[in-house]
């Protein structure tokens, strides 16, 4: 699953952008300003929204120099489009949600890699960085991960990668300028916890 736009996994990269402009808009727009809006090219813009237009979910306004578009939220298919589209949100509230059951204010657990950059693709990992509080016990960190990876792998399909790091380890690799460490300092964002880059700042 494409993570970052999981719209365009199901409905195909154009037609998702579409709705996504047009959900976030309060008015009707012209077809022009939906490609503007969405980065799509004209030609696929007007594709999507005579397709969705056909569908009944968008609904086309003739003016004398312009069509003006906008979304039909009392469709009915809108609602479980309108949770597709959010669905990458839901997955990282689970794993944030699971992570602060299990440690508390204890640990921190963030997004990285091209997830955490907004460019992964259908078969990108979904790769998290796990700082569980030092007075966790072995047992409980290694539950916690494999409990993180089995759940997000079922929920999405992608694999998922869990770096797990103490405080102490963290310290010693900010110490020696660990590339990973740096990495995070950039891209990470954090889902649970102390915000990741604090706690790189504190160790």
Do not use: K
């Not at 503007?36 to 306004?61: K, P």
């Not at 016990?137 to 916690?144: G, K, P, S, V």
């Not at 079922?154 to 740096?182: C, F």
Request: aromatic share 2%; proline share 2%.
């Amino acid at each position: 699953m494409r993570i970052s736009d999981v719209g365009a996994d199901v409905f195909g990269e154009p037609d998702a952008a579409v709705l996504r402009v047009l959900a976030s808009q309060g008015r009707a727009v012209s077809g022009r300003e939906v490609a503007r809006l969405s980065g799509q090219n004209q030609s696929s813009t007007r594709r999507a929204l005579a397709r969705w237009r056909t569908v009944g979910l968008v609904h086309g306004d003739e003016h004398a120099h312009a069509t003006l578009f906008s979304l039909n939220r009392q469709h009915v298919l809108w609602d479980p489009i309108e949770r597709i589209l959010a669905s990458p949100a839901r997955v990282e509230q689970v794993i944030a949600e699971m992570v602060h059951e299990r440690t508390g204010s204890r640990g921190t657990v963030a997004l990285f890699g091209s997830v955490a950059r907004g460019d992964s693709g259908p078969d990108s990992d979904i790769d998290l960085v796990l700082v569980a509080g030092d007075d966790m016990q072995a047992d409980e960190i290694e539950r916690l991960r494999d409990d993180l990876t089995e759940t997000v792998e079922e929920l999405t399909g992608n694999a998922v990668q869990v770096v797990e790091v103490s405080r102490a380890q963290l310290r010693r690799m900010a110490r020696d300028e660990d590339p990973l460490v740096e990495s995070w300092r950039r891209e990470s964002r954090t889902l649970s916890g102390e915000d990741l880059t604090r706690v790189i700042g504190a160790a």
